[in-house]
């Protein structure tokens, strides 16, 4: 198979800003292809978080330039998790990254990997006294190897694809009344995504019951933030087309001290009421 060059690398790691790491990578990726366009996902990761990692990953896919997607977050870098190249819609792009479930989401919102190989050829490598920066010393030169026109099968053993990890999502849905959520994500802004769609809530009207552990709050449904009434919790489409709850100029997670990870419950408000007061559920 011929092998294809790409120009840009768009990158995403939990290494932060405060020290070198990002500059490090990217500085090796130039040092050996210096016509290659890096573009920043985000390095703001959680450190550790694989599914916060693999989440932005998704959200991202299908906007991202055609090319090679390094991601890394890893927190068994240099233990028995193995480091990957995934070749995905036929070299529409090549995932680089540790297989630990990171890259599953992604690849997965793009459509289906067609060759995988382990990254065990220590020639397009850095020489290193130690495994623990696996970022710069083997998927970031692997990355830029690829977009010099290295073949992927030259960078190591080819795998099976069924046997790469896959990406262990939350899946939320409807069960009766009720449709129950987990908080996806939590944007800059506050905003809280669930995994649902607006198909899940279609028929519970404008005015919903948002219940999580103890509390209970009543959302209304609106298109736009400008739509949310003051003092109220609304329940919007994002930009990614799933809903979450949202407020006027303010944060939502410090309104209601939901995060990440957390479980909500959605339902039809029947009572009529739409106080948005805070409401504690006491057990008996």
Wanted: proline share 5%.
């Amino acid at each position: 198979m011929d092998s294809k060059r790409f120009h840009t690398i768009s990158f995403l790691s939990d290494y932060g800003t405060k020290d070198e790491s990002v500059g490090v990578v990217k500085s090796v990726v130039r040092s050996l292809s210096p016509e290659t366009k890096i573009i920043d996902i985000t390095h703001g990761i959680k450190v550790h978080d694989v599914r916060s990692g693999g989440l932005a990953l998704a959200r991202s896919a299908q906007y991202l330039d055609s090319g090679v997607v390094l991601a890394v977050v890893d927190p068994g870098v240099g233990g028995s998790r193995i480091g990957v190249a995934i070749e995905v819609n036929d070299g529409d792009y090549v995932f680089v990254g540790p297989d630990n479930g990171l890259l599953a989401p992604a690849i997965a919102m793009l459509g289906e990997p067609s060759r995988a190989f382990e990254l065990d050829n220590p020639e397009f490598h850095l020489p290193s006294l130690s495994p623990t920066f696996a970022g710069r010393d083997i998927f970031g030169p692997i990355s830029a190897h690829l977009c010099q026109g290295v073949p992927l099968e030259t960078l190591g053993s080819k795998i099976s694809v069924a046997s790469l990890q896959p990406g262990l999502l939350p899946v939320g849905g409807r069960e009766g009344e009720v449709a129950t959520a987990e908080v996806l994500w939590q944007d800059h802004f506050g905003n809280l995504q669930l995994n649902l769609s607006p198909k899940d809530v279609d028929d519970f009207g404008d005015n919903l019951r948002l219940q999580f552990g103890e509390s209970m709050r009543s959302v209304v449904r609106v298109n736009t933030f400008e739509e949310i009434p003051v003092s109220e919790i609304g329940l919007l489409v994002d930009s990614y087309g799933l809903l979450a709850l949202a407020v006027y100029g303010r944060s939502a997670s410090e309104e209601l001290q939901l995060f990440e990870g957390q479980q909500v419950e959605l339902s039809a408000l029947t009572d009529g009421a739409t106080n948005s007061s805070p409401v504690t559920l006491r057990k008996r």
